[in-house]
T-cell receptor, first 114, second 114 residues
Framework: KQEVTQIPAALSVPEGENLVLNCSFT??????LQWFRQDPGKGLTSLLL???SQREQTSGRLNASLDKSSGRSTLYIAASQPGDSATYLC?????????????WGLGTSLAVNP | EAQVTQNPRYLITVTGKKLTVTCSQN?????MSWYRQDPGLGLRQIYY???????DKGDVPEGYKVSRKEKRNFPLILESPSPNQTSLYFC?????????????FGNGTRLTVT
């Protein structure tokens, strides 16, 4: 049974720091891994999707890497800003069929302090 | 603007009073799904739909019903709500049936059943 773990559960950093959020999964047979951002009172926003054949994806100050063999993904945020404060969730898709069911981590709550 | 719209955003009701949470997407997506989010449990899939008139159970379908009469709409129905259905609910949609495209989420519906 696939399990997804995110460490740390919470993180507080000063503005401008580069930081890394971690996501680990127990079953390496995945199709893709997706990073989301969740803001209070708002929905989830997809940040990056990494297919199983890819090693990393980049979008602006965000870079996500994937190491299937070790069951790990990291989300790197460069030059953090207060607007980056949110909960970051990772989710893996290992479904062999058409169901897009994702298995979710519990998230890392990030606070970037001015 | 491409979006998934859920209504209402907040709902307080009493045990046993039937309710419907609506979900609509304007991206012509085939795939739609409902999730609930609870502290310490993360997001869990309730139901999903791969196309019009095609629905199936997720991990926690008990106490819920769905319908997909039109491509854009995927309402979640609670015939007899109970307090254990108090949760934050998210509707999501995706362009393709397979696992290769990202999910788009609505802003969530916070339901309280007393």
């Amino acid at each position: 049974k696939q399990e997804v773990t995110q460490i740390p559960a919470a993180l507080s950093v000063p503005e401008g720091e580069n930081l890394v959020l971690n996501c680990s999964f127990t079953d390496s047979a995945i199709y893709n891994l997706q990073w989301f951002r969740q803001d209070p009172g708002k929905g989830l926003t997809s940040l990056l999707l990494i297919q199983s054949s890819q090693r990393e994806q980049t979008s602006g100050r965000l870079n996500a890497s994937l190491d299937k063999s070790s069951g790990r993904s990291t989300l790197y945020i460069a030059a953090s800003q207060p607007g980056d404060s949110a909960t970051y969730l990772c989710a893996v898709n290992g479904d062999a069929g058409n169901n897009r069911k994702l298995i979710w981590g519990l998230g890392t709550s990030l606070a970037v302090n001015p | 603007e491409a979006q998934v719209t859920q209504n209402p955003r907040y709902l307080i009701t009493v045990t046993g009073k039937k309710l419907t949470v609506t979900c609509s997407q304007n991206m012509n997506h085939e795939y739609m799904s409902w999730y609930r989010q609870d502290p310490g449990l993360g997001l869990r899939q309730i139901y999903y739909s791969m196309n019009v008139e095609v629905t199936d159970k997720g991990d926690v379908p008990e106490g819920y019903k769905v319908s997909r009469k039109e491509k854009r709409n995927f309402p979640l129905i609670l015939e007899s709500p109970s307090p254990n259905q108090t949760s934050l609910y998210f509707c999501a949609s995706s362009a393709r049936q397979g696992p290769y495209s990202p999910l788009h989420f609505g802003n969530g519906t916070r339901l309280t059943v007393t």
